[in-house]
């Protein structure tokens, strides 16, 4: 672990990322020595400190530890953390606040084959999610809602969990970006009142507009989502899972998943 | 500083409470090495992390800690933070977290006598607070809501800025819960979508009922509120201001407010 460069794994009882969630973070797969898609992630977390008003450390440097990172685990799950600070007593930020940043090192989890193979069992929270323009699509340290969704009591035959807004409106995976296909087209949701842009999200994006495979994002209601053709989730973690449950409907046909699938796989390294 | 026990001012950067905001705190000022309202502030936070599912230290645990600062620190601001401890990468908390507990200590604040005697001026916040049902009335770690809020750019003349809802119902000050009076009915803000229930607010309430004040928890739109005989704001570590302008509007008479505030003043020491 690195906190603000130096080998350390403790940070102050006083730094706004605990006080407030103060902060941004960003989770990067790394494979033999490689971050992978490192300059999406490094561009996505300078966006959301750019959007919060958290001066973010040059890329530059950021790069320099991640490799230095990457040299001792070139395996491994690695998350930046970059937060305003340490500050004084009180919400308002003082303006000479030095951000906090710091990185964390985990193993690779192991998923079981079947979920890229045949999909994974969705279910549907019950926690909705709240609506906050000026938050929504930032990775941010606020995170209870994803913590009690995931601590709703489920069966674990569950692997991921989809979270609706008050209106019904499907957002994302507790931890995934969420897309549907129907009828050829690529379909995700609008994150412009909640939820969170992933990297992977944008992956699917640029490649869909690239391949001009028609795309729509949107406001998708979750009876739009159980009728759809096909469904998947992606993060940076686990790359991208096909869902073969949700509710009473299954799905057995994932033509434009695998083929989105595949195309993950070649880019890689990249 | 203390954390779980021990005299130090740093904690791990797995602690859930940085990772997610996953914890809750509550805010002392002592006065004469007494901690003002201490029962009732122990017994919210213990309500709180009820409602997350954290496990709450026992509060006799809690009283002796504070009494060990109290007489190291007896004119202070105290806060207390508990989050659900260090855990697995995840959002989804493993049953064996153990909770993080930690005190930490700051000067008290001086805040102009004219506060008190002449009432401040609120400003309206530009930012409008989202709704989640099941974490409204908690004073829980994910608060960046309040950080931008307070961050809006202002006149420093504001000496509190005022949150409303997505509909325009007023729900609080960023760091304060707010009353109005109207034709002798003390009024103040449902808590049940949004807001945090502070200490103070609960003694107003209960001053109220024991003093056959005719009471109303209700939505409040601006529009009633700026057209209130009355207007004050409430929190454990600056007490009880009226306020003097908000809008357009200004207040000169605070008769209930001074009532209210000279019953605060006397119980200090309780």
């Given at each position: 672990m690195l906190v603000n460069g130096a080998s350390r794994n403790l940070i102050s009882i006083r730094d706004r990322g605990l006080l407030y969630g103060d902060g941004v973070f960003r989770t990067f797969r790394a494979e033999h020595g490689v971050a992978l898609h490192q300059h999406l992630h490094l561009q996505k977390i300078q966006q959301d400190c750019t959007k919060?008003?958290?001066?973010c450390p040059a890329l530059s440097h950021l790069e320099y530890e991640l490799a230095s990172l990457l040299v001792a685990h070139p395996n491994a799950i690695i998350k930046l953390i970059i937060t305003r600070g340490i500050a004084q007593r009180g919400y308002a930020a003082s303006a000479d606040a030095e951000p906090t940043h710091?990185?964390?090192v985990s193993a690779l989890p192991v998923y079981p084959m079947q979920n890229y193979q045949l999909g994974i069992a969705l279910r549907v929270c019950e926690l909705r999610l709240s609506q906050q323009p000026l938050l929504a699509g930032i990775k941010h340290l606020n995170r209870l809602e994803n913590v009690l969704a995931a601590n709703e009591p489920h069966d674990a035959k569950f692997a991921e969990g989809l979270l609706l807004d008050a209106q019904g409106n499907v957002i994302e995976g507790i931890r995934s970006n969420v897309f549907i296909v129907q009828g050829g087209v690529l379909m995700t949701p609008d994150l412009s009142q909640c939820g969170v842009a992933g990297v992977q999200r944008d992956r699917v994006i640029t490649y869909a507009v690239q391949h001009a495979i028609p795309l729509q994002i949107r406001?998708?209601?979750?009876?739009e989502l159980l009728a759809a053709d096909e469904i998947f989730l992606v993060n940076s973690v686990l790359g991208l899972w096909p869902v073969r449950q949700c509710e009473n409907r299954h799905w057995y046909d994932f033509a434009m998943t695998e083929k989105l699938a595949g195309l993950f796989e070649q880019e890689r390294g990249l």
């Open positions: 919060l008003g958290i001066s710091l990185w964390d406001a998708i209601s979750l009876v």
